[in-house]
């Protein structure tokens, strides 16, 4: 069925009060038609429930107010009123079935030009049959195929644009690149990734990630889309060897301080698991395997040992300071004790204990008593008087005691000892070349600074060469 669509001149009505019709997408209004009215809902529950359906008006509830114009119903379904002050009224029964998603449209559609503008003068029509029958010059060639050398031309322009594009694209990445404070900045940089690191190189650093990338995936990472997994080892890395505080690192990376200290936080935890899952003691077999030539005169060292201490924030309890108050240092330290196997490697790492505790009594809260049997020797310094607590060897530079004057099989023992037990003085300054240990520790990181501290003895295992061949 066709439906005939009419134009509507709209026309202001000065009314107290304004109709408007419910349906959607329907701006009609009493106040400016004169020409549509409006009709309440009928009262016939059956009827007035089709009529919801019709205008999809889903769980809604008319009132005596709401109306529907009559541009939603047949002109067949109206009364027209017999005066001209009359209202129109609805025929029994009828239904609004036009609206917009039924493609019909209350405004006509704009006529084309050719609608709007008849052309009947006989020169127009004169004009209208040259066209149709007198064909147009042949006044240009574009139908006609390109020369060879044409094509060849532009095929050559296009290759170079695409070469001067992959240029144009090299350039912005390498730009892009120097611009941010990522690794692959510093591949070329030998001197730099030793000071961001204490990587010899980006190749030791790469084999590093090689071995501790399968188990990334694991650990919760704090940034999943500011930084790259390399990228934020690189950060963790740099908080320990160059010091940088978190705002410094925040700056430089482009993040926020919070960010760097979950990412700190979460790669100390993952490093800390994941490397001090991989036991670092040594079998005695395998010691002696290894065994450097200076100790054929001590060929039964298992371990060489001593303590270090690291400066921290004087706390505000006098109690705790005077736990924490190191006279060695003239300083509130923790301290630590680290043992290394003859030929270098770090084998032992003890917890980090107040600074005011004995060497003796660090050596016995370690643990490392129980690793050790009647058939290994152990080499300490002066400070360590555990002859009572191991049952095995203990070689340590023997004491003047009340003589005057050492003998000399004892000036030679001493020596020898001391030339063989500065191996273990040489791995600790390697790890104190974090600069974050150089600097005073802040209590603020004293929850995690063991586990800070355990990381950078253990990631000098594989940052440094063996000490000894």
């Known amino acids: 069925m066709s439906l005939k669509k009419e134009r509507f001149h709209f026309i202001r009505q000065q009314k107290q009060c304004h109709e408007h019709c419910c349906v959607p997408r329907c701006t009609s209004s009493s106040k400016f038609n004169a020409v549509l009215s409006f009709h309440a809902f009928p009262s016939d529950l059956e009827l007035r429930k089709i009529w919801l359906v019709n205008i999809r008006r889903d769980k809604f509830v008319p009132t005596p107010h709401t109306k529907v114009c009559s541009l939603h119903f047949l002109k067949e379904q109206t009364i027209l009123p017999k005066t001209e002050l009359g209202t129109r009224r609805l025929q029994k029964g009828a239904v609004a079935v036009l609206f917009q998603w039924n493609n019909f449209t209350i405004r006509p559609p704009r006529l084309t030009v050719w609608e709007r503008v008849q052309v009947n003068t006989p020169e127009a029509a004169g004009h209208e049959q040259a066209m149709d029958c007198t064909p147009l010059p042949d006044d240009h060639d574009y139908h006609k195929a390109p020369e060879a050398a044409f094509l060849d031309m532009a095929l050559d322009r296009i290759q170079e644009l695409e070469e001067k594009n992959e240029a144009l694209e090299k350039e912005f990445k390498e730009l892009k690149i120097s611009c941010t404070f990522v690794l692959e900045r510093f591949i070329q940089s030998d001197v730099n990734i030793r000071l961001y690191t204490r990587f010899p190189n980006y190749r030791e650093f790469l084999l590093f990630w090689e071995l501790i990338e399968p188990s990334v995936h694991k650990m919760v990472r704090a940034s999943r889309q500011s930084l790259q997994p390399i990228d934020e080892l690189f950060l963790s890395l740099m908080y320990l060897s160059a010091g940088f505080t978190e705002l410094d690192l925040a700056n430089r990376f482009l993040i926020s301080t919070s960010t760097v200290s979950r990412i700190i936080c979460s790669w100390t935890n993952f490093l800390y698991t994941l490397l001090g899952s991989v036991s670092i003691w040594i079998e005695a077999e395998d010691v002696k395997a290894h065994l450097p030539d200076d100790f054929k005169e001590f060929s039964d060292t298992q371990i060489i040992v001593d303590c270090t201490e690291l400066k921290c924030q004087t706390p505000s309890s006098p109690v705790i300071q005077s736990e924490m108050y190191s006279p060695y240092k003239s300083h509130c330290t923790m301290k630590a004790l680290i043992g290394i196997a003859p030929h270098g490697p770090i084998t032992f790492i003890s917890s980090l204990y107040e600074g ?114």
Do not use: W
């Open 356 to 469: 005011s505790i004995s060497d003796k009594e660090v050596f016995r809260k370690s643990g490392l008593i129980d690793l050790l049997t009647d058939d290994m020797a152990i080499m300490v310094d002066k400070g360590f008087l555990i002859n009572d607590l191991v049952k095995c060897k203990v070689y340590c530079p023997p004491f003047l005691k009340k003589s005057s004057q050492m003998s000399a099989p004892s000036v030679l023992k001493t020596q020898k000892i001391a030339s063989l037990r500065v191996h273990v003085e040489r791995v600790i300054r390697r790890v104190k070349e974090n600069k974050l240990f150089e600097s005073v520790i802040p209590l603020s990181i004293a929850g995690s600074i063991n586990k800070i501290f355990a990381v950078a003895c253990l990631l000098s295992n594989y940052q440094n060469k063996h000490l000894v061949k």
